[in-house]
């Protein structure tokens, strides 16, 4: 289990898995989303090579970002704040 924070820094979450297996993500008071290694093969290919904002709005990501990517490719909740420090934890971003 690996203990991050959120994109802004505002509070802690853990993470269990990788990119590549896909990851279990736990937060706030013991909620828990998976986002898996098919939606993160679709994200990173879909971003490749090019330098992109977070997102992390819950209601209104910039366009282009990741957060709208997940907003408009994925059936998860806003969890952008969660998936930019993991991605930068696994060696497949930068901040």
Not at 3 to 30: C, D, H, M, P, Q
């Amino acid at each position: 289990m690996v203990e991050l924070k959120t994109w802004g820094a505002r509070k802690v979450f853990t993470y269990t898995g990788s990119v590549e297996t896909g990851i279990l993500i736990t937060y706030g008071n013991n909620r828990r989303i998976y986002f898996s290694a098919e939606d993160f093969k679709k994200l990173l290919q879909y971003f490749k090579g090019r330098a992109v904002a977070i997102g992390t709005s819950r209601t209104n990501p910039p366009k282009d970002s990741v957060g709208e990517w997940i907003k408009n490719n994925t059936s998860k909740p806003a969890i952008a704040c969660y998936l930019g420090p993991i991605l930068i934890k696994e060696g497949y971003a930068e901040k």
